[in-house]
């Protein structure tokens, strides 16, 4: 009796332990998050002024004389709403054609395989892709050369996170709508797009806020100007890399104005992050419950 | 597109004489065009692979049809302007900082996806979410800034130190260079980065196990951490080696975090605080004079395409092995 009491005790106490150990981690991992987001704000709220948000850079900028980095604010708006647009164009149809066409067939796997292992592709890859076919093709660093590899990068996150909603739908809808007599493109289009809608847009701004981040990528095909961009066919700034080129500087306020600009980055990440829960609660009223 | 209101069934019933319903001939050709339409789309991710690698390798022929493929992964040194292309600096680098990242995600990553698969309520997990979710979101330039704020100084400060008094015998501890700046520092941010991917697709491998062997072992009178040991750790170990495999690729191809921190010296490293520079790193750091130098541009295409080939590799069998897990669970 009194040695299997002592064996019940002692695996309670290894129990004990383990989730003590449990607790641990998870207070890492929640306080590291805390940590991150205390480090950009301290160091980038004390230089964030509405300079920076509203100005390009002038003379002597990057010795730190006046001027912001609007350049990049609105480059990278650019490069991120054009290359999820691109995405959307591609990652909609794939999605669509591997719920209504594929399935889970071995086709379906294959296309879904692909896709992970695209996923798993570093964007530095990408951007070197990128680069390579520039030379090619004999173009120059360019905000459409850029959009084009962000698209890339963002296809398989979109196209997977759309996948993982919509093969999830119920089918009883698309059987009603099937048995009515509408075609699999009607289904796919009318139904599963509306139903799928909310799943749809967190899955477009997950895409968007990894595409505004990305800075490998852009460092081959983007090139880096002072102006704002006027024509697709011209290089243009962007926010991961004015924080990167600025925290390289020689000059404290110059790395001053990196962290603010790690700072605004890191806000636009947030808004997007949030906006996409906020947004697919709303739409949600249009699917049918 | 009207949203609001369900226009696809009643919209032919109600509109009849103002709006002529499209046949069902025609109907039937859209859809036939449509499909085959994103039939073409959806080649293009199986394709793209193709595509990226085949474009590497021609960019990167010139410099391997001048040397021999052993000569370039396996050489010591990098003097582009002499023609010398040695990876092995590079590659070493990043397998050091790859191995120090994992060693330090992995243990605590584990306990957070058990904690949250088989011991948290729902409303935890739920709270959960965000956090991992925010922490995948954060850009990596962000990463970087944290790093080069936070954890280099940490490194310089306080690890470094206690390494110099208490680890100086052990070779690979040694402090060696008094910047903070290293393969640790980039260990450390590269662990943060991969651990939202690690414990995601561990807590969903562990979500594979059904039910009924989890309540079998706890019924005989087993308690839950001598379940997990010994009745659903055997099962899902595929999965979690899976996971890890993953994260390690991940950590192969970041690039501005760990540049940002790691010191970008091209040299073999000896010791954790030793800087270093991984390929990806090297690729980002020299692609401005790549075009001035002969051969230059072909091998840092060609690292990329060594990063990629071994991304792929890693990429494609943890996937294989994590699709076969999941596909039982619906079986």
Redesign the interface.
Known sequence: MGMKKKHFER??L??GF??F??????V???G??G??LW??IS?GFPSLTWNMVSQVPKGGYYMGKEGGILNAIIGSAYLATGGTLLAIL?SL??A???KA??GDSKWG??????????W???????G??G???M??LGMRASLLAAIIVLA?VE??IM?RAMDEVIRRMPADLEHA?LA?G?????V?L??VT?QM?PGIVTAIL?AF??G?????SV??TAGYTDRIPTSLMRPTASL??A??FQ?GSPYAEVRER??AA?LI??IV??V??FGA?GLSARLSK?A?K | MNLAKPSFIPKSITTEGREIRPSVAARTRQDRAAQRVFFIITLLPVVLILIVTIALLVRAWPILGTYRLSDLLLGETWKPNSGQFGFRPFILGTVWVTIVGLLLAVPPCLLVSIYLAEYAHARTRSLTKPILDLLAAIPPVVYGVWGLLAIVPFVDDVIAPLADRWLGSVSILRVTQPTGFGILAGGIVLAVMIAPLIIAVTFEVFSTVPNDLRHAALAVGATRWQTIRTVIFPQVLPGVIAAIVLGASRAFGETIAVMMVVGNTPTVPTSIFDTATPLPALIANNYGEMMSIPLYDAALLGAALVLLVVILIFNILSTLVLQRMVRRKWA
């Open positions: 695996r309670h290894v129990e383990v989730k150990l449990m607790y641990v981690a998870f890492i991992v929640a590291t998050l940590l991150i480090t950009v160091r591609l149809p794939i669509l054609y591997l066409y594929l796997e294959y296309v879904r395989l692909s896709l992970d292992v695209l798993g592709i570093p964007s530095i890859v990408y070197a892709f680069f390579a076919l030379i090619m890339l296809l398989p196209t709508a009515l509408s075609t699999k493109f009607e796919a009318r139904v509306r809608l997950l806020g990894r505004i981040g990305d800075a490998a460092l081959f991961p890399l924080v990167f925290l990196g962290y790690a980055l890191t990440v947030l997007v992050s829960r249009y049918v």
